[in-house]
């Protein structure tokens, strides 16, 4: 067989394989991710019922089945199926390879062409398969990690739809891993090992998306395991480097976001980087950090510093945004913002003591003057009677009461010493002493 002769859409791999090759899907229903391409009544899943292929480009991270999915594809329309590589041909193989799938479709066969890493082709390259993807002559399916609209000509986008593949979830992985221990006949069944979750979770984690990435190194930890154990260590030589002890539903999850949290109030930047960096080497969800960073800029900084908020936000969209690793580093600069502002509770204290004055008094109506007397009966039941339009006071300061007369007076908000809040609580102090002075009649005009 040449390199050009067409190959079984699904191939039965040999035993020396590796493991990847071993457990790659024979069917859609052995095919795991991509629900919303695969799933019930999605694109994907009907073109390949009906055995219709039409080219298309499969963009996605690495080991996330997008020669799989060619190869299912071509299995389910019965097309040859021509493997084709960027990095090894060049325009005399392209051509040699076409005027096969012309002498294909003369005798009534289709060929599917499954050109991989198709962004390395040059623009030359790419332009000369457009005359045998417009008369028909073969399905290009390209596989790219790399955005097409920079790296496929437009005239070959405009001939093919693009389909988003998505990085494998860690359960979903270890979905995988644990077929392929079960496995007797592919996998590694026969090795009968006993296999911790939490370090299924943990390949899956460093897998980053990656199911070929995964189940390399669950082959390379289960090749260094004798005696039916898979062992930590073996994880952890696999992987090059060390696994840490984290469980992200049990109790270490919970003591390490209290160690950062408490690190971060304590001003500790040194020890809020470690914890962190605990978090994210386990694997932690970036995500979830983003959420405590934000909680920590509201309860413990606050308004002693206005701008920890738009920080902790602001790096919460850049993870969403970059995701990992590319994300991390700005949850570093966030903790670190975080860690140094001046402190304060004094905003997250004055709703506690608001609703502690909600819960010890009766829930008092809106007092009238503060009503909108959206019509004329309103008007004439007293709505808006009173009430003093803080524009038009000099200042913007009235005396007028805004709280139900059982709380008259009452204090929720006291800001601290600390920061911006040292402006904030002068600034109260003086609203407080013109709003007396007004109260008492010296400042009326």
């Known amino acids: 067989m040449s390199l050009f002769d067409a190959t079984p859409p699904v191939e039965t791999q040999q035993p020396g394989a590796p493991l990847a090759d071993r457990m790659r ?68 193989e392209i051509k040699a390879v076409m005027a096969q799938a012309e002498r294909n479709r003369r005798l009534g066969r289709r060929t599917i062409l499954f050109i991989d890493e198709i962004h390395r082709f040059n623009k030359a390259q790419q332009d000369a398969f457009l005359p045998y993807v417009e008369r028909g002559d073969v399905v290009l399916i390209g596989a790219t990690t790399e955005n097409p609209s920079f790296e496929v000509i437009s005239a070959l986008l405009s001939r093919t739809r693009v389909y988003l593949l998505r990085p494998l979830t860690v359960p979903e992985i270890v979905g995988l ?82 160690a950062l949290h408490k690190s971060v109030r304590s001003s500790d930047p040194d020890a809020a980087l470690y914890w962190l ?22 309860e413990d900084i606050g308004l002693a510093d206005p701008q920890a908020l738009e920080q902790a936000v602001a790096a919460m969209q850049a993870v969403h945004f970059l995701g990992s690793p590319e994300g991390d580093q700005a949850l570093a600069q966030a903790t670190l913002y975080l860690a140094l502002a001046p402190k304060s509770d004094a905003a997250y204290q004055a709703l506690n003591r608001a609703k502690e004055a909600l819960a010890s008094s009766v829930a008092e109506p809106v007092p009238l003057h503060l009503r909108n007397p959206v019509t004329p009966e309103m008007r004439s039941w007293g709505y808006g009677e009173g009430y003093e339009h803080a524009h038009d006071f000099e200042g913007a300061l009235t005396s007028m009461e805004c709280l139900p007369p059982s709380l008259s007076g009452a204090s929720f908000y006291r800001p601290s010493d600390r920061g911006h809040e040292r402006k904030l609580a002068e600034r109260l102090r003086q609203i407080l002493e013109a709003k007396g002075r007004l109260a008492s009649g010296k400042d009326r005009p």
């Open 25 to 92: 899907p024979r069917s859609l229903e052995e095919f795991v991710g991509q629900e919303h391409l695969l799933g019930p009544n999605k694109p994907l899943r009907i073109l390949v019922e009906r055995g219709e292929p039409h080219s298309m480009i499969l963009w996605g991270p690495p080991g996330t089945g997008k020669t799989t999915l060619a190869r299912l594809i071509a299995a389910s329309s019965r097309s040859d199926f021509i493997p084709f590589s960027a990095v090894l041909s060049g325009i005399k």
């Open 277 to 298: 960096a605990r978090m994210l080497e386990a694997g932690e969800d970036r995500l979830y950090i983003a959420r405590r960073l934000i909680r920590m800029a509201i």
């Open 177 to 258: 891993l644990e077929r392929a221990l079960r496995d007797r006949e592919r996998g590694l069944g026969k090795l009968e090992l006993d296999v911790s979750r939490d370090l299924l979770e943990q390949i899956a984690i460093y897998a980053g998306g990656d199911a070929r990435a995964a189940y390399n190194t669950l082959e390379l930890a289960a090749a260094a395991s004798p005696g039916g154990r898979l062992s930590r260590q073996a994880v952890e030589d696999a992987l090059q480097r060390k696994v840490l002890r984290y469980d992200k539903a049990g109790e270490e999850h919970y003591n390490l976001i209290s």
